[in-house]
């Protein structure tokens, strides 16, 4: 699916939202946001003894006027927000038409919210790859290709920065360890949103004739008859993945919606604010 | 519908083979997945490999097996017209000996008959039936009625020509039965038929495929024993077809050593030689040295033990009594005891009870009890003779002056040589189990001049022999192929009868006689009783005919009728089934091949 088939007036209409922001303060450069160091924003943070060098504009004259000690006032930082955007550009995003729009559109609409979120945001999409900056909202579609033969968070360390906010978007259809792949996730960030993205077909399957299934990134292929007691196990198994990763994102105290493809944008949209990983711009 | 190649068949198994395939190793529609791990389940089908499940009934499985079977069907030469019934071709074999004669390349006869008969076949085409008749004096169907060509070449490859000379015209016949109205006949010999003594077949084709060739066999053979001198002796007849004298070496051999290895010039013609052996020896193999005709260079020859006839003269004093002695001197295989086989008394003790196992010749006035009212007659003739009777082979009494007749009640005996209303020789058949039959000779010898006819000795001799007929034994002990071989057991069989030769056993009716045919190729014949060998006889091809081989030639007479008929359309694929089949088979692979992917793709 060619990534120009994006919508960019449909995503932006479908966006008037930014990234949600967690209460805890956040790292990252000269911004908007209160930071979790010191800083010269307005609200006044502690104390502290002065030394030489400081600013004498920050001496809290009236303490010294009572105590004859000069206090230096400290201020909040205030910091623009990183944001890294970790996107699964496997072969399975890409498995039929419909997922692979869907991925783009959803992808863009992160994108958006990022730019509404006025913060760093980077894109990362392979362990060895170098992130890519998230400059303006356009930029994704150079890496919705879906061509890859894993995932993303399959591989090793991702280049994620410290205290930044995480969006991780795939469908987890790898085998993994939501208990271990989660926190790992969300270690030395700030938040972690995560949105895993299938189609229907692949959440709720329906009874079908014998078909050999061909794992669409190459990890085998087996003759079966899909029938229902099939079908009842699959959806089993596909809950328990789902919940395993809803039950880690809890515990991580990230966030976790279950996208499916075929769902308009829109209601996408307001999904993802309905579980906080968006809020309103 | 019909097959040319029945054979071709075979690759039906194709069929179930490709279900098995299908049923142990499906090509299910391609599905393509993103998490195929949360489809592996002890439920799945592995792609090595899946034990019973139910046959899904795929298109490809239908197309698969629709080309296996028109495949299969064009193998098998299936035709849906019959016309090569009509393309039945009738081959008969001469069976001769002689078909057996190898040149100096080591070709035969037979080979260059086998050659001929496949070349006919493949004229015909694969599609067409041949019946292959051999020869004899009982006429065998080799292969066939109409049997397929593959069938009638396995059959000829294994024809070995054995028989002795033999006319082919029950053969023809047989043939012709067989060949019907549309069948063609081909008969196939080594000889010409005027050359053969044959007449020529109207409407058939008559193939020779002789050649002449020189030839020295043994045409006659006996083994004789003389107890008198302590000596056996091998006569050999030989016959020189060559045109010249001929070196032989001849090699008499028993038990695997050779017993007596002489070098003969064998003389155009025929010639005899006689070979002193030692007596008591077991079954000698007399062999010649090799030469065209290999069927007649060797015989086995078994020691005869002639079955010895004791005989008691107890007539009257008299001339009778001297004239029975007389004749009783000149038939040789008899000795005088008194425990006898053979026992001459005056007719009137026949009415007392004999010895088992004796028989009783009664001359004279019969028995008062086998007596009528009335004088004794004279006859001179003319007389009535059963002449199929063994007793009176030969027998005319032309002259003789039959005296002293007594007449005789009618159920007294049975008659064998009359005069009018009297009975002159009668037979006295056996009453019961253990009684003997006995001859009456109603005759006075005192006064009749019986015994000084021809026919004294040769009623003498008859009666003597026959009581010899009945004597436990063979009747020879070395016969020619095909004889009849004639013995008696003297009692009843204990265990099952048996004959084998050359490794070929063959069951034998039980009973007292034994009447079996002397089998071909011949050899050491074994009669057996159980597992006792009762008789060990010698069957050997001797022929004088078959092994003259100058006159074989080459040369075709006559002509298989309409010969264009069965050259045309011999192929397989002048019939329009073998086209349907073909396009099926292509059209199935086609539509499996290129459309089936394209539809097993899902999603």
């Not at chain 2, 019946?131 to 396995?154: H, K, N």
């Not at chain 2, 007399?286 to 005869?304: I, K, T």
């Not at chain 2, 092994?547 to 298989?560: C, F, H, P, V």
């Amino acid at each position: 699916v060619p990534t120009s088939s994006i919508d960019w007036t449909a995503v932006r209409a479908a966006s008037p939202f930014k990234i949600a922001l967690p209460r805890t303060p956040v790292g990252g450069r000269l911004g908007e946001r209160l930071g979790a160091g010191t800083g010269s924003s307005l609200e006044f943070q502690d104390y502290r003894g002065y030394a030489p060098g400081d600013d004498l504009r920050h001496v809290d004259w009236a303490a010294y006027a009572r105590s004859e000690l000069l206090a230096v006032r400290l201020y909040r930082e205030e910091v623009a927000p990183r944001i890294d955007v970790v996107l699964d550009v496997s072969r399975s995003m890409a498995l039929t038409d419909r997922k692979h729009r869907a991925f783009g559109e959803l992808a863009a609409l992160l994108a958006c919210a990022c730019a509404n979120t006025v913060a760093d945001a980077r894109i990362i999409t392979a362990p060895a790859l170098d992130p890519r900056r998230l400059r303006r909202p356009e930029d994704i579609e150079t890496v919705l290709q879906c061509e890859a033969t894993l995932s993303a968070l399959e591989g090793g360390h991702l280049p994620l920065r410290r205290r930044s906010l995480r969006v991780v978007v795939s469908d987890f259809l790898f085998p993994h360890d939501a208990e271990a792949l989660v926190p790992r996730l969300a270690r030395d960030g700030a938040s972690l949103s995560i949105v895993q993205l299938t189609l229907h077909e692949e959440a709720e399957p329906d009874a079908d004739t014998g078909r050999r299934l061909i794992d669409v990134e190459g990890h085998g292929e087996i003759d079966m008859v899909i029938d229902e007691p099939a079908v009842r196990d699959y959806r089993a198994r596909f809950s328990r993945l789902r919940l395993s990763l809803a039950n880690a994102a809890r515990r991580t105290g990230a966030r976790f919606a279950h996208v499916l493809a075929e769902t308009p944008l829109r209601q996408a949209a307001r999904q993802l604010a309905a579980t906080g990983i968006l809020e309103a711009a | 519908m019909t097959f040319a190649t029945p054979l071709g068949l075979l690759a039906l198994v194709a069929v179930p083979a490709i279900v098995a395939i299908h049923l142990f190793r499906r090509r299910y529609p391609v599905r393509r997945v993103a998490g195929l791990f949360l489809w592996q389940n002890p439920r799945q089908t592995p792609v090595e490999g899946r034990r019973r499940d139910r046959l899904p009934i795929t298109t490809s499985l239908i197309l698969e097996c629709l080309a296996a079977t028109a495949l299969a069907l064009i193998l098998a030469g299936a035709r849906l017209s019959s016309a090569d019934i009509d393309r039945h071709l009738v081959v008969l074999l001469d069976d001769s000996a002689s078909m057996a004669a190898v040149d100096a390349q080591g070709i035969s006869a037979r080979d260059r008959a086998a050659r001929r008969i496949r070349s006919e076949v493949e004229r015909l085409g694969a599609s067409a039936r041949v019946t292959l008749v051999v020869s004899g004096e009982r006429p065998s169907v080799l292969a066939g009625p109409a049997a397929f060509a593959v069938e009638a070449q396995a059959a000829l490859n294994n024809w070995q020509p054995q028989a002795a000379h033999h006319s082919l015209a029950l053969g023809v016949r047989l043939a012709r039965e067989l060949a019907g109205t549309d069948g063609k006949l081909m008969i196939v010999s080594d000889l010409m038929p005027a050359a053969r003594g044959e007449e020529e077949v109207p409407g058939a084709l008559w193939a020779s495929v002789g050649e002449a060739l020189a030839n020295v066999g043994i045409i006659a053979a006996e083994r004789t024993l003389s107890p008198d001198r302590g000596q056996g002796t091998v006569s050999l007849t030989l016959g020189n077809y060559a045109g010249a004298p001929q070196s032989r070496r001849v090699v008499v051999s028993a038990g695997g050593k050779d017993i007596v290895t002489r070098y003969l010039n064998v003389p155009p013609g025929s010639s005899s030689v006689a070979l002193p052996i030692p007596p008591g020896l077991p079954p000698v193999r007399v062999a010649l040295s090799d030469d065209a005709l290999g069927r007649d260079n060797s015989v086995v020859l078994a020691e005869p033990r002639p079955r010895i006839v004791a005989v008691d003269n107890r007539l009257k004093e008299g001339r009778g009594r001297e004239a029975l002695a007389n004749a009783l001197a000149a038939v040789s295989g008899i000795t005088r005891a008194e425990q006898s086989h053979l026992v001459f008394v005056d007719g009137g003790d026949l009415d007392r009870p004999g010895d088992p196992g004796t028989w009783r010749a009664g001359f004279g006035r019969p028995p008062e009890k086998w007596r009528t009212a009335g004088a004794p007659r004279d006859f001179v003739g003319p007389f009535l003779l059963e002449k199929r009777h063994p007793l009176l082979l030969g027998v005319t009494l032309g002259g003789v002056v039959w005296a002293g007749v007594s007449p005789l009640a009618a159920s007294a005996v049975h008659p064998l040589a009359s005069a009018g209303d009297q009975a002159l020789i009668g037979l006295r058949s056996a009453s019961s189990a253990g009684e003997s039959p006995a001859f009456l000779f109603n005759v006075d010898l005192d006064s009749t001049n019986l015994i000084r006819a021809p026919d004294w000795p040769i009623v003498i001799s008859n009666i003597v022999e026959m009581r010899r007929h009945g004597l436990p034994g063979p009747e020879r002990w070395n016969y020619r192929v095909g004889e009849w071989i004639r013995a008696g057991l003297g009692r009843d069989p204990k265990a099952a009868l048996r004959s084998r030769s050359g490794g070929v056993e063959r069951a034998i009716p039980a009973g007292q006689r034994i009447e079996i045919i002397a089998p071909s190729p011949g050899g050491l014949l074994e009669i057996l009783e159980g597992d006792d060998v009762l008789f060990e006889l010698g069957v050997n091809f001797l022929d004088e005919t078959e092994g003259d081989l100058r006159r074989q030639t080459t040369a075709d007479t006559g002509s298989l009728a309409d010969g264009s008929d069965l050259r045309a359309d011999a192929g397989v694929t002048s019939d329009p089934l073998f086209w349907v089949l073909l396009a099926t088979a292509g059209l199935a692979i086609m539509a499996n091949w290129c459309l089936l992917p394209a539809s097993r793709v899902h999603g």
